[in-house]
């Protein structure tokens, strides 16, 4: 895919004439144009160029004050600005690289110290884009489970945390259910690890389409899954575990001559965040433990919510 250039000054002919100079460089097979730098940084908030050439003086609004907005917007700080300038003042030049400029260029610009300049800062922002990719998925692998896809212990330890920090502050309410496959070692003894591996890759698509987007479901440990429920009363939690259980135990694996099922018991703890106390992390885990145990020795595949007398 190619590159697309924002071309900035208020002279048609020169806009013209930097687009001429620029399709040399391999790859740039688009360029938009405007003739202020309050049309431009409106074309850089919609369209987002990959590399801007502008000039400094233009009337009424002018480099510096595009430069100057660009500014406000953190995630196009990335997009790379040539400016033109035909100003010999140091001071303005610094202005200039003070404001967020990548490099400026004279005018009247030589067209192979154009070409050079904007070369070299594309192939920076392609570099520093495909860098921010990488840790991208780097930061992905660090807080994902790579069997389930769903997020995996030590981001949901630290989500907890910060939800229960949350709740403090705001009063919100929120759950905690923590599920544990019925009689997996069953399933792994006699239909083998691999059909165990896909039963837990089914669990983790179910779990992670059951959910919202602003709930954190994770493997908590082997056939364990934990889900965090935001700003969710007892009730919701409820209403959206069961219709959980429902799916789980309905879902066949492996192939449809040899499908099995695998049901799931739950434990639930919630906090509604307009108590005198309210629990912290470790005890909103030992509570939906604890209602998970119940829901173990009761005959599995069903949800139970902590209440105090489930206390020892």
């Known amino acids: 895919m190619g590159a697309l250039v924002l071309v900035v000054d208020d002279s048609p002919g020169l806009r013209a004439q930097i687009r001429s100079v620029l399709q040399q460089v391999e790859g740039f097979d688009e360029f938009i144009e405007a003739g202020d730098g309050l049309q431009a940084f409106k074309l850089l908030v919609d ?4 590399l801007v ?37 140091a001071n303005r030049k610094a202005d200039v690289f003070d404001q967020g400029a990548s490099d400026y260029v004279t ?42 896809g769903l997020f995996n212990r030590r981001y949901f330890d630290a989500a907890l945390l910060r939800e229960v920090q949350r709740t403090l502050r705001y009063k919100t309410p929120l759950g905690l259910v923590l599920l544990d496959l019925d009689e997996f070692k069953r399933i792994n003894d006699n239909f083998g690890h691999p059909m165990g591996d896909e039963v837990l890759r089914n669990v983790g698509q179910i779990v992670a389409s059951s959910v919202r987007v602003t709930d954190v479901a994770a493997r908590y440990g082997g056939e364990e899954v934990a889900v ?47 108590g005198l106390s309210t ?34």
């Open 228 to 274: 965090l429920f935001t700003q969710t009363t007892a009730q919701g939690v409820s209403e959206v575990t069961e219709r959980l259980r429902l799916r789980l135990a309905e879902r066949e694996h492996g192939d449809p001559a040899r499908a099995l099922h695998c049901t799931a018991s739950f434990g639930i703890s919630v906090c509604d965040g307009r």
């Open 47 to 50: 369209r987002r160029p990959d």
């Open 107 to 148: 005018k009247p610009f030589n067209d192979r110290e154009l070409l050079a300049r904007v070369r070299v800062h594309y192939r920076l922002k392609v570099l520093q884009d495909e860098l921010r990719e990488a840790n991208k998925r780097l930061e992905t692998l660090a807080d994902t489970d790579g069997l389930t």
């Open 279 to 312: 629990p912290s992390a470790k005890e909103l885990v030992e509570r939906a433990d604890r209602a998970l145990y119940r829901a173990k020795h009761t005959g599995r595949n069903r949800v139970v919510l902590w209440t105090p007398e489930l206390e020892p």
């Open 53 to 89: 050439v502008c000039d400094l003086i233009m009337p009424v609004f002018d480099g510096l004050k595009f430069l100057a907005l660009r500014a406000t917007r953190p995630e196009l700080l990335h997009i790379p600005v040539v400016m033109l300038t035909a100003e010999g003042d």
